[in-house]
């Protein structure tokens, strides 16, 4: 998408490539730069307005997918961005720190694995040391591997490796977020369609999502005394790294069909939201699960 066409009307049915989508499969964790097609993360389409302007930003899982637009978005908005990544995701954060420097900003890569507690409580004071201070928290890392067999199929260490990294860290690091947190801060949470409408095959992935749920909309009340707004967004099928490198085949060539616009979305199109729940223009929603689905119905 040109940059001039950006807010130009168009069918978001037909803005981007619909199933059936090429077959194709990636080792876990997946790149971005090895699908077909490549998702976009507003590359060329991103324009910020100041809106994030003197802000600083931690994100989790930003070296590609949902992460990584919301770390260009920030950081076109006018914020310094701080962001996580496993250490075989190291190409792909290479591109998220150029995209974040191209735009003005400073970058701060955090490499390490957030199934570790010592490293999570250590994100938010190395984030406050070298970019000087903490003002927007986006918890968007997850994991998840397919089970088309079912419940029986679920190993003990698959089932610990998405509760540890879906909620662990996110607990983890939230709390240690807190004494960085001021006034006007924002804690944004990475929800899916998963939480309210779960898939038989995504079943310990979707059990963290609704868990995020509640941990946002109990936070958001802990926290609100305080002038800290924490929300969430509840994706729904997101053309991201993890598709092909969790899911077989078939399900890849078929992803996103089943939403009402008939295909996926894609990484830029999550953004907008997350740049609005972090900005002023949202400073009377706190405990809010803002959907975005293509138009598959939740709460």
Partial sequence: MALSDQYAPQDPAEQYPRPPLPEQTQPHPGSGEQMRPQPDHGETSYRGSGRLTGRVALITGADSGIGRAVALAFAREGANVAFSYLPEEQGDADITTG???????????????????????????????????????????????????????ISTEQFDRVITTNLYGMFWLTRAALPHLRPGASVINSASVQAYKPSAHLLDYAMTKAAIVAFTQGLAQQLAPGGIRVNAVAPGPVWTPLIPATMDEEKVAHFGEQSPMGRPAQPAEMAPAYVFLASQEASYITGEVLNATGGIPLP
């Fill in 99 to 153: 995209l974040i420097e191209q735009a003005g900003r400073r970058a701060l890569p955090l490499v390490g694995d957030l199934r570790e507690e010592e490293f999570c409580t250590s994100l938010p004071e190395r984030c406050a040391a070298d970019l000087g201070g903490l003002d927007i928290l986006v918890n968007n890392a997850a994991y998840q591997m397919s089970q088309p067999d079912g419940l029986a199929a």
